[in-house]
């Protein structure tokens, strides 16, 4: 399995190569043309143990556009314009995720950093809380069609919290955990509410800090 272009070291200008091999963090970066171009030791034990290292490189080679890796609209509309927008100022960019497993909540710190030369991106993403479902009081769902199936044939699943969206109270959001664990192939993804208006509608507002006094 090829985790890295050929030329991909000789571009890593403001960054060490064993920098990003020995790292925890999941890493993956991305050429000026948004094309994945190297996937980190960690990223590749991260997909593996979530049960999605067996076909994502076939399914996301090197040298695929990163658009076809993210799910739904708005998430192609909000990470494409960041990583343009980082390339294009030279500038850090951050923010938070969720991606969250059948029985654990996980939350994620995603730094973009563009590379001194102009090359392109390392995307680094930095688990914040790991937390057990029952921790944060959600209750589970069981996977029943009649509730979730709208009259298209497809299930709504949001691309951020990956819940379920109900048919006949769509304002409501369900977790199943069999979807989770394995999304159906009837699923469309969109983005809930709350996931929207939280990280993408009202992601550039800043936390006020406290003055010390």
């Not at 044939?153 to 369900?174: A, K």
């Not at 929207?196 to 009202?202: E, G, L, P, R």
Request: hydrophobic share 35%.
């Amino acid at each position: 399995m090829k985790r890295y272009n050929e030329d991909f070291r000789s571009k890593l200008i403001g960054i060490d190569f064993v920098t990003l091999e020995n790292s925890k963090n999941s890493i993956y970066a991305l050429s000026k043309e948004l094309n994945l171009i190297y996937f980190n030791p960690a990223f590749i034990h991260f997909a593996k143990e979530n049960d999605i290292g067996k076909n994502i490189f076939d399914k996301y080679p090197l040298g695929t556009p990163i658009i076809k890796a993210l799910r739904g609209e708005k998430i192609q509309e909000f990470y494409i314009m960041n990583y343009e927008n980082s390339l294009a100022t030279g500038e850090h960019w951050q923010h938070e995720f969720e991606c969250s497993s059948r029985n654990e909540f996980r939350l994620f710190h995603q730094g973009c950093y563009p590379l001194k030369n102009g090359e392109g991106l390392i995307i680094i993403n930095t688990l914040k809380v790991n937390l057990p479902m029952n921790r944060i009081d959600l209750k589970d769902y069981e996977a029943i069609n009649k509730r979730y199936v709208q009259s298209t044939g497809l299930i709504t699943q949001c691309s951020n919290c990956r819940h379920i969206q109900c048919v006949e109270q769509p304002e409501i959001w369900h977790w199943v955990p069999a979807w989770v664990e394995k999304t159906p192939c009837n699923a469309s993804h969109s983005i809930c509410p709350t996931c929207f208006d939280y990280h993408w509608k009202y992601s550039g507002i800043k936390y006020p800090t406290q003055k010390i006094s």
